[in-house]
């Protein structure tokens, strides 16, 4: 065992438990004696086994042998060399049972559980291997609930060996000690090669590399001379698959051999060239005339062990029959020969290898040798210095390949069934974003994905392939990566140096490392000279599980601390100033998962309080910052995190509670709403203010949603015993706004939100107070607010909400409104210009509709109907998609206002005619379709009915107070009375206007009212 499981290590493992069917039988009938020279070939024969396939055994459990796989070194194979090893022991042992039968009077059969996962490795001098967690306990019981002869096997476990087992499922076992059914599979058979070639899918990519490999077949032909292609690249990139589908566009008289060398074994050294002559459709015997004698017996050895063992030859006399043969195939016929997974090539292989490529002339031979990048790591100048020798390095593929990548496996999937457009699916992307680049990784989670769902852990292939690759790395590396994971996908050297403060370690045990990381391609350079990256986003994860939660939750604690400290003093004055500064969430990450991590290993711990509140204060805060930026998923997810660690009883929850409400409202999620004042209550029981504040944003709610008409004198009742509560005050002022605007009370709903705005300053509460200024400001549109106070308001934002465009995009509208209210159309202009440009920039559809909307109130104020009334149209359309019916109803009057004034009567009636169909009134739209009629009936000479309708407008119009609404509806109203010869109405409803016009401030409008009443006076004194 080497230094490396010295300490203690997460790993994961296979662990295969293998025991005899009816010992206590066997025991009874047997004497000791007798008893223990059975068991001892019994337990030999599995031993051997377990040996043979690379795996270690753990102990011996009476008559039960536990081995494990993947201690001291992972193999990506470790679940089929732990099936094999079963596999043999179970023929050893009836085997023996078979020979003992006759002199024994017994039967001997046994049977096997195999189970793949995490687990802790041990491995002290005194007390040896031990290899502890659920894995091993699976699979004991796996091999318990198995028949006589049987191989059951755990979920993972299948899943690794996937292409080589053909299994059937059984049903799920309800284990002793496990909570939940545990899944399990009976092994039908084991094949010696994987089943699953068949190339189903379209290639995607790699034109460039097929067309170097074509051009190296060419040179082959045209100089009749030997080349060798060595293709590098990382497990699962496409290496095998490329040579497949370059073979593929071979002419048919090309001969071709394909062998591999396989990742263990006895007798392996040439079994890929023995392999590749078995790829001859005519073996060799086509040529066997053509070599000599001592060839042909070297051949026939290699190729037919069981006739002759060939190992009796020396490997001089192998190599150069396999060489002959080579020329001999490249003499008669251009020939390719392919030697896949190199890396796991025995030395003498390699240089029979090179030899051959150096030797071969005057022969058309192609050698193409396919490897992982490990291959420079024994061979560094593998190819060096051949006439004809080319490397071609297999690339990840791009986001747009990967997308038809993961189309074409949806397809696949899916064949002949409706399902259409897989790659906009938020799932299928997730696939294509975190497969790395990588196809065989894309397959496996793809899989995964549709069996189980995005909450599936990522596959344990990939893990695997990950793990034993991470395995080769010194331990020098390996405490670089460790604490590299938990940092982060990015990190830096001084990030590193902050992991190792203490621990006495110069520069020199990082950069070197680094160095080495760096060539190996596990890492990449970054923006900064002392910044680095993990290449493949899926290796930081392995090794972040595989690194010991003891490290981690110590390096996340203090990473933590130390970017704490940064983010009050700042990052030292330097160009690279970004280095070190916290980057957004940061911190509260490495505090939840230390939190999280010391729970799961020292849920005693003491401390383990004071760290739960300030991970969950950090989270909470970066969730207020999202909320405050309305990044609402990400405001939601923070501050539900932060919620999960917020112990029961902290007075938190209450302030918590309103901001998921916030939060979840704004994003249209009812139940989480609700759901949010639920936890708060129930995470509160002694706290009856936070009740209160509940009880108070539940009405909110309800108003919000349309629910119900809420009663404020009980809440006030309840609210009166806690006069000092000022967040429930605060809220219950903002419930009786909502209330008021919702009865077009906006002078009342102004003073309540100030009522509120006062008590949230008492609160000293930031957030509070900056929704309710600008909840203020909106309301200003359309309060009896003057003009010129409004635009203060809206001045004062922009300055308090400069960082944030999110936020100021309301306020600028308001501030476009209130301009072009005082006739400042340009200035207007320039406003919605610049709104219009934050709101695209940042997709706040809501803000593009406020947008629209106001351009089209600007473009009437300047005369320009149509245009307004197109603008008005398109505000509709877009808010009746964003599911807001009312408001889009309302606009849609606005249209036809505008149509009016334009002249195009036609169009207005059938605009009326359709707003009957779907009616959702507010007073605003109600009025305006009861003005438009009037107006329509005066212009058809109908002057009774437009006499009453108005009429009935002047009464309805008393119950707002909107001056501009008021105003609007008396001028149509004045026009009405006027032409049916009412003059004195007329005239007192056009001067009422300019009141409201002018107490408002909206000089614009008053001067026109005026103007009108100018020309009533004209006609009518
Ligand atoms: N360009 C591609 N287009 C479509 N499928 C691909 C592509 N490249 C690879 N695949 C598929 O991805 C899987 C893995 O590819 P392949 O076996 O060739 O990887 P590899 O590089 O040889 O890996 P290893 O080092 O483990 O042998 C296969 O199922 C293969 O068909
Ligand atoms: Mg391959």
Known sequence: MNARTARPARRNVVVLFIDLVGSTELAERLDPELLRQVLDRYYSACAAGVLEHGGVVEKYIGDAIMAVFGVPTSHEDDALRAIRAAHHALSAVRALGIEIAPTHGIRLDAHCGIASGEAMVVDMPESGLRVIGDTVNTAARLQGAATSGEILLGEDAVRLARTYVRVEEVPPLSLKGK???????????????????????????????????????????????????????APGIGKSRLVREFLRTLPEDVTTLVGQCPSYGSGATFRPIAEAIHSLPDAWTGVAPLLDAMNVRALRGLTTPEDGPFTELSVEETARSIRSLIEVLGQRRPTVVVVDNLHWAEPTLLELIEEL???????????????????????????????????????????????????????????????????????????????????????????????????????????????????????????????????????????????????????????????????????????????????????????????????????????????????????????????????????????????????????????????????????????????????????????????????????????????????????????????????????????????????????????????????????????????????????????????????????????????????????????????????????????????REGLDLCATL??????????????????????????????????????????????????????????GLVESLAGQHAAAATLFTRAAVMSRSAGQPAPAWTLQCYAIRELLRHGDVRAVEDGLAWLEVGRRPQLRGELLVACLRALIMSAGENHPE?????????????????????????????????AAGRAAGAVDAAAEAERCYTAKGADLLAGRARDRLATFGETDR
Not at 394 to 400: D, V
Not at 737 to 744: E, G, K, M, R, Y
């Open 798 to 855: 922009s300055t308090r909400f400069a960082g944030d465009r999110v936020i100021v995009v309301p306020v600028l509208v308001t501030r476009a409104r209130l301009l072009a209210l005082t006739g400042d159309v340009p200035g207007a202009h320039d406003v919605l210009d610049t709104a219009e440009r934050y709101a695209g920039e940042l997709r706040l559809d809501l803000a593009l509709i406020a947008v629209t909307q106001v351009r």
């Open 946 to 978: 437009a006499v009453a309708l108005a009429a009935w407008a002047a009464e309805r119009i008393r119950s707002t107070d909107d001056p501009c609404l008021r105003g609007d509806v008396l001028m149509d109203i004045a026009t009405v009375y006027r």
């Open 357 to 787: 490529a150096g030797w071969l002339a005057d022969v058309s031979v192609l050698l193409i040798c396919v490897a992982r990048p490990e291959l420079l790591d024994i061979r560094p100048n593998w190819g060096g210095g051949m006439s004809c020798a080319l490397t071609v390095e297999i690339p990840q593929l791009g986001e747009a390949q990967m997308t038809r990548l993961v189309d074409a496996l949806a397809a696949n999937r899916w064949a002949g069934a409706d399902v259409v457009a897989q790659s906009a699916d938020p799932t299928f992307l997730s696939v294509v974003r975190n497969s790395d680049g990588n196809p065989l990784f894309a397959e496996l989670m793809f899989e995964v994905l549709v069996e189980e769902g995005t909450d599936a852990p990522p596959p344990p292939t990939i893990q695997a392939l990950l793990a034993a690759r991470l395995d080769r790395l010194s331990d020098g590396e390996r405490e670089v990566l460790e604490r590299a994971a938990t940092i982060g996908t990015t990190f830096t050297t001084e990030e590193l140096g902050v992991l190792w403060e203490g621990e006495d370690v110069d520069n020199l045990v990082v950069d070197a490392p680094l160095r080495r990381l760096l060539r190996q391609r596990l890492i990449r350079r970054g923006t900064y000279p002392t910044s680095f990256q993990f290449a493949q986003t899926l290796a930081r994860e392995t090794v972040y599980t595989m690194t010991r939660k003891e490290l981690r939750g110590a390096w996340h604690l203090k990473l933590a601390d130390w970017l704490s400290e940064r983010a009050h003093t700042g990052p030292p004055e330097s160009d690279e100033a970004e280095i070190g500064r916290p980057r957004y969430g940061e911190i509260a990450n490495h505090l939840e998962a230390a939190c999280r991590i010391r729970r799961e290993i020292h849920p005693d711990d003491p401390t383990l309080p004071a760290l739960a509140v300030r991970a969950a204060r950090t989270l909470m805060s970066d969730g207020e910052q999202a909320l405050y930026r309305k990044d609402l998923p990400a405001a939601i997810a923070l501050l539900e995190r932060g919620r999960e660690l917020l112990p029961r009883g902290d007075s938190g929850h209450r302030r918590l509670a309103l901001h998921i409400c916030d939060a979840a409202f704004a994003h249209n999620e009812r139940d989480r709403a609700y759901a949010a004042l639920d936890v708060a209550e129930e995470a509160s029981p002694e706290d009856p203010r936070c009740g209160l504040t509940c009880a108070v944003q539940r009405e909110i709610l309800a108003i919000k949603f349309g629910v119900h008409q809420p009663e404020l004198a009980p809440l006030r009742d309840a609210l009166s015993e806690y006069p000092d509560d000022d967040l429930s005050w605060a809220r219950f002022h903002q419930l009786d706004a909502l209330i008021l605007v919702a009865q077009d009370q906006f002078g009342a709903a102004t003073t309540a939100l100030n009522d509120a705005l006062s008590r949230s300053r008492s609160l000293e509460d930031r957030y509070e107070e900056d929704r309710l200024l600008g909840a203020l400001c909106e309301l200003a549109q359309w309060s009896p607010v003057p003009v």
């Open 179 to 233: 909570a939940r059914p545990v899944r399990a599979w009976r092994l039908l058979s084991l094949e010696a090669t994987p089943q699953r070639q068949d190339d189903d899918l379209p290639l995607i990519g790699r034109s460039d590399e097929l067309m170097q490999l074509t051009q190296a077949y060419r040179r082959v032909v045209r100089n009749r001379q030997c080349c060798l292609v060595t293709i590098l690249g």
